[in-house]
């Protein structure tokens, strides 16, 4: 079993800066790459940004020189910083991990949080 929760989120006024945080939890015996996605309304679930456990990064165009993913394997945690945001940066944002739950290369599985609210007003 593996639990996925953000924080972090909140309004803000356009320009402002919001730092969002993952937790993974549960029998996790191995990370590996981690992201976030955003989903605004009326729209699909998009890539913004994910980290490999080799600390490759992507990110859209959209946030690149604005937002940073980063991960710390000791705590199993992903943040996003977030600076300069824009109104269209409006959405709910999810984090996804892949983690190892066995010894088997079948254990490797996707895990998602809820979501956490970011509104940038103008």
């Known amino acids: 079993q593996v639990e996925v929760v953000e924080s972090g989120g909140g309004l803000v006024q356009a320009g402002g800066s919001l730092r969002l945080s993952c937790a993974a939890s549960?029998?996790?015996?191995?990370?590996?790459?981690m992201g976030w996605y955003r989903q605004a309304p009326g729209n699909q679930r998009d890539l913004v940004a994910s980290i490999g456990s080799d600390e490759r990064i992507n990110y859209r165009d959209s946030v690149k020189g604005r937002f940073t993913i980063s991960r710390d394997n000791a705590k199993k945690t992903i943040d996003l910083q977030m600076n300069n945001l824009k109104p269209e940066d409006t959405a709910v944002y999810f984090c996804?991990?892949?983690?190892?739950?066995?010894?088997?290369?079948?254990?490797?599985?996707?895990?998602w949080g809820e979501g956490t609210q970011v509104t940038v007003s103008s």
């Open positions: 549960g029998s996790i015996l191995e990370l590996s790459r």
């Open positions: 996804k991990v892949r983690a190892r739950t066995g010894p088997a290369w079948g254990s490797w599985d996707a895990y």
